[in-house]
Nanobody, 120 residues
Framework: QVQLVESGGGLVQPGGSLRLSCAAS????????MGWYRQAPGKQRELVAA???????NYADSVKGRFTISRDNAKNTVYLQMNSLKPEDTAVYYC??????????????WGQGTKVTVSS
């Protein structure tokens, strides 16, 4: 069984910063891609930032220059450093990973979500 566990959400004032973490655990053979999505109330889930299977990074235009995705491969963990937060960044942030399990089966996993609220 594979799990993605997120942490780091919370309430922050506009202009503030937060750092999200997502750790993948379980019987993992390899991780092809891993990143962050978000879903604001009444809106569709959207990509925020992710590492592709080739190792490059993708960012939503709305977060470029403010958010940075990083990873620790030894810990199967990705981070999202969010700076200069805006009220429109308010959403539930979900970790996503394309994982090949120890049984060599490929699955797309989602975390439970962590809420980020940007408000004064």
């Amino acid at each position: 069984q594979v799990q993605l566990v997120e942490s780091g959400g919370g309430l922050v004032q506009p202009g503030g910063s937060l750092r999200l973490s997502c750790a993948a655990s379980g019987r993992i053979f390899s991780i092809n891609a891993m990143g962050w999505y978000r879903q604001a109330p009444g809106k569709q889930r959207e990509l925020v930032a992710a590492f592709t299977s080739g190792g490059s990074t993708n960012y939503a235009d709305s977060v470029k220059g403010r958010f940075t995705i990083s990873r620790d491969n030894a810990k199967n963990t990705v981070y999202l450093q969010m700076n200069s937060l805006k009220p429109e960044d308010t959403a539930v942030y979900y970790c996503n990973a394309d994982i090949i399990t120890a049984l060599r089966v490929r699955y797309d996993y989602w975390g439970q979500g962590t809420k980020v609220t940007v408000s004064s």
